[in-house]
T-cell receptor
Framework: DAGVIQSPRHEVTEMGQEVTLRCKPI?????LFWYRQTMMRGLELLIY????????DSGMPEDRFSAKMPNASFSTLKIQPSEPRDSAVYFC?????????????FGPGTRLTVL | GNSVTQMEGPVTLSEEAFLTINCTYT??????LFWYVQYPGEGLQLLLK?????DKGSNKGFEATYRKETTSFHLEKGSVQVSDSAVYFC???????????FGSGTQLTVLP
């Protein structure tokens, strides 16, 4: 059974460029989460969706970040324009059900470097 | 609000040593508690969980007991292996909130 799939695994870009990260959740899961991990700030929740609807985006750092989930099997996180401080590992996770007891399944992450 | 405090790292142990990583939490209601593990270059994966007080979660030789009276969920393993080297995250999930609250992570290195 395929786990959460993220692409690309690594992205190097220059400041000011647009970056799009992609995620395919586990089939049948109805909640999807985007996290950012850095040494300084640890693991931060950026946004999560339930049944393709954004529920809480209070963790999105600023207007340069946007996320969409057009259907149950695909989500994107876009940064436009990118800045060096956006360099981090971005994880997508999905879960079945909607409660706090449910296990989240993480993808392998996208390592973003903004020069 | 909800919060998780875990033992500062890094932790370095010799193979076959006993491991404890402390985790305490603050939450309203009756949260579920989790330990996730992150191996180098990978995403987080569930190690074990407990959903109510006095439950013990266990997996791969690791154990943690949900202690409501001390609001703790300490991770233990009797004999660590080099392959256990990773970052360990304590987390809680509370009620209808779908998101988890994670601790800061503890880096464990096991030397042969």
């Amino acid at each position: 059974d395929a786990g959460v799939i993220q692409s690309p695994r690594h992205e190097v870009t220059e400041m000011g460029q647009e970056v799009t990260l992609r995620c395919k959740p586990i089939s049948g899961h109805n909640s999807l989460f985007w996290y950012r991990q850095t040494m300084m700030r640890g693991l931060e929740l950026l946004i999560y969706f339930n049944n393709n609807v954004p529920i809480d985006d209070s963790g999105m750092p600023e207007d340069r970040f946007s996320a969409k989930m057009p259907n149950a099997s695909f989500s994107t996180l876009k940064i436009q324009p990118s800045e060096p401080r956006d360099s981090a590992v971005y994880f997508c996770a999905s879960t079945l059900g909607g409660g706090g007891t449910d296990t989240q399944y993480f993808g392998p992450g996208t390592r973003l470097t903004v020069l | 609000g909800n919060s998780v405090t875990q033992m500062e790292g890094p932790v370095t142990l010799s193979e076959e040593a006993f491991l404890t990583i402390n985790c305490t939490y603050t939450a309203t209601g009756y949260p579920s508690l989790f330990w996730y593990v992150q191996y180098p270059g990978e995403g987080l994966q569930l190690l074990l969980k407990a959903t109510k007080a006095d439950d013990k979660g266990s997996n791969k030789g690791f154990e943690a007991t949900y202690r409501k009276e001390t609001t703790s969920f300490h991770l233990e393993k009797g004999s660590v292996q080099v392959s256990d080297s990773a970052v360990y995250f304590c987390a809680l999930g509370a009620g209808s909130a779908r998101q988890l609250t994670f601790g800061s992570g503890t880096q464990l290195t096991v030397l042969p």
